[in-house]
């Protein structure tokens, strides 16, 4: 089925635009592309929800201008073409997820993947940490666990568990140690949910990695997903998931580019030589989003004998040679970790 009209609107933009605009764009949308085009119409190029990625993990600027970094090599479809046949064998073949539709060089409309191939995210398995003590939201979690805590009348762990069933998730493993009874009793097998849900309880903390043993009987490679029970976020998991097929990574890690701000003055100088004073710097850092994707079968070789998270696990993969890439987010993302952040939500 063609897009056009509001749908085909709301993913084009002029080549003046900003990668920021760009973002914004694409979060309002279930689709991972925008469309160049000029005031006619006139198909430009595309930038993909990748192309936005590597860009800002290359220290691209989010107010760039898109003209710098979209494809003028595109592919796409005309009126003459446009048959089913052509349009599934342009997505298998290209591994592409949206195909313009032209007529006299201007774009009319644009095919999504969704509708033409049986795309499906049910082998996936997510894995929910949601066993830490919280003890930065002390005294809110001395009889609650962090994921458990309200924001707008929810669980923080209700909230990304809708999300994503909405995604298409269904198989959800939840891995708990403090106050588990209370997430059990909530969430039972997950049938209120519309989701299947399965408990890994740690009888002492093994660290933000150590639920991953489990699935070292795993006989078949799958694609796991591991996510932080206490974040908030926008992201669509199907894109990372999406992003880390398509470079056929080993593990792929999200991360988010944050300003942090020095509290002090901060001198520069050359021996004893004063050269200049800067107060209180802000320095943009990209810090770990606490969200995953593995392959189970890199966690045949890991050791989980003692306590382990995620830096060590990382680097033991590393070590095998495996590949390990980054995702940047430009998803809205918070961690509840503090209770000044939490009551900004709640």
């Given at each position: 089925m ?15 635009a ?8 694409m979060n ?8 160049i085009a000029s005031?006619n119409?006139?198909?430009l190029g595309?930038l993909?929800d990748?192309?936005?990625r590597?860009s ?15 494809n003028?090599n595109?592919?796409?479809l005309?009126k003459k073409?446009n048959n ?5 064998k ?9 195909i313009?539709?032209?007529n ?12 033409f ?8 398995i997510?894995?929910?940490?949601a066993?830490?003590y919280?003890?930065?939201l002390m005294?809110?979690?001395k ?16 909230i990304?568990?809708e999300k994503l069933?909405?995604?298409?998730f269904?198989n959800i493993?939840?891995s708990?140690h403090y106050?588990?009874?209370s ?5 039972g097998?997950?049938e209120?949910?519309g989701?299947n849900?399965s408990?890994l ?10 639920s ?9 490679n ?9 974040i908030l976020?926008?992201l669509n998991f ?8 398509s470079?056929?990574s080993?593990l792929t ?8 701000t020095?509290?002090f003055?901060?001198?520069k100088g050359?021996?004893i030589f004063?050269?200049?004073?800067e107060?209180?710097?802000?320095t ?11 392959n189970?079968k890199?966690i ?11 830096v060590n696990f990382i ?8 590949k390990v890439?980054?995702?940047?987010l ?5 961690d509840?970790g503090?209770?000044?952040v939490?009551?900004?939500y709640k």
């Amino acid at each position: 089925m063609i897009k056009k009209g509001k749908y085909l609107s709301s993913i084009l933009l002029r080549p003046d635009a900003t990668l920021k605009e760009a973002m914004l764009k694409m979060n309002k949308t279930s689709y991972k592309i925008i469309f160049i085009a000029s005031k006619n119409f006139k198909l430009l190029g595309t930038l993909t929800d990748g192309d936005i990625r590597r860009s800002l993990a290359e220290g691209v600027l989010p107010s760039s201008k898109i003209a710098n970094f979209y494809n003028k090599n595109y592919h796409y479809l005309t009126k003459k073409n446009n048959n089913d046949q052509n349009i599934k064998k342009l997505f298998v073949q290209k591994k592409i997820f949206s195909i313009p539709l032209l007529n006299n060089k201007k774009i009319i409309g644009f095919y999504d993947i969704r509708d033409f191939l049986n795309i499906s995210n049910k082998n996936t398995i997510i894995l929910l940490m949601a066993g830490g003590y919280g003890k930065r939201l002390m005294p809110l979690t001395k009889n609650t666990p962090k994921p458990m805590l309200l924001i707008k009348g929810k669980p923080i762990l209700q909230i990304m568990i809708e999300k994503l069933r909405t995604q298409g998730f269904k198989n959800i493993y939840i891995s708990t140690h403090y106050k588990s009874n209370s997430i059990k009793s909530f969430f039972g097998k997950g049938e209120k949910f519309g989701v299947n849900i399965s408990y890994l309880y740690e009888k002492k903390p093994m660290g933000t990695a150590g639920s991953l043993k489990h699935f070292k009987k795993f006989n078949k490679n799958k694609n796991l997903i591991l996510i932080n029970a206490d974040i908030l976020t926008n992201l669509n998991f199907n894109n990372i998931l999406d992003f880390h097929l398509s470079h056929n990574s080993d593990l792929t890690m999200a991360i988010k580019n944050t300003d942090v701000t020095n509290e002090f003055g901060v001198v520069k100088g050359d021996g004893i030589f004063f050269k200049n004073l800067e107060e209180k710097p802000i320095t943009t850092v990209n810090i770990n989003a606490g969200i995953y994707v593995l392959n189970t079968k890199v966690i045949k070789n890991i050791k989980f004998k003692k306590k382990i998270d995620m830096v060590n696990f990382i680097t033991n993969i590393k070590k095998t040679k495996k590949k390990v890439i980054v995702y940047p987010l430009h998803e809205n993302w918070t961690d509840i970790g503090t209770i000044s952040v939490y009551q900004k939500y709640k």
